[in-house]
């Protein structure tokens, strides 16, 4: 009973955060991230038995026919949703809360072969876009949200929104927003700067500025020169000697 509830909460959560489905048959039928979870859980199963070519052989009969690749010791929450998967990579250490959404192409990775937590621990409502890349030990707080590819490599704190290579943080969770808004690919339809943008744009606007004034000085126009007493005195003889 319990594995059919299960069952039932994952085909629900789909139905709740995937516009383009029409039933629950459909669903069943036809989701790579349902079968995906169904596998994985029949793997882990086997894992934690101690029957580990088993718990591999079955998540690689899953990779075969779904494209998505988990590893059997991974630990995945309840209502995880992998909405199109091919591509999706999550690695031997890695854990994932409830209601973690995952799109096609992210990768759960680790970069140390120690054989130690080297993969990244996802909290509940966290939602990874497209092509992101989540690499090594690294936390991302309830909520977070990781944009199309964006690359982690450090913990991200609860609730915020975070793109580009590596990723920076560009947006707090809005004031007033419920916590478990959903945002599909983990971008919210405002506008998001790029902060390595802005910062171009401020520097490109500073030589714009030092351009015009230098330009200018050399046609010796007056108002471009600064008053005597803004310019550097230079020290006297005396000074230097004394």
Known sequence: MFGLYRLKEDIDVIAERDPASRSRLEIVLCYPGLHAVLFHRLAHAAWRSRLRLIGR??????????????HPAAKLGRRVFIDHGMGCVIGETAELGDDVTLYHGVTLGGVSLAREKRHP???????VGSGA????????GENARIGANAVVLKDVPAGVTM??????????????????????????????????AKALDALSGEIAALRARLEALERGDEAATPPVEDRPVAPSADSRTG
Do not use: C, M, N
């Not at 890349?133 to 991302?140: A, F, K, M, S």
């Open 121 to 127: 621990t996802l909290e509940k409502g966290v939602i």
């Open 57 to 70: 052989l079955i998540s690689h009969v899953g990779r075969v026919l779904t494209g998505i690749e988990i």
């Open 133 to 140: 890349q989540v690499l090594g030990p690294v936390t991302v």
């Open 163 to 196: 793109v580009g290579i590596p990723a920076k943080q560009v947006l707090p969770r809005q004031v007033g927003e419920p916590a478990t808004a959903f945002h599909a690919y983990g971008t919210p339809r405002t506008d998001i700067a790029d902060p390595t």
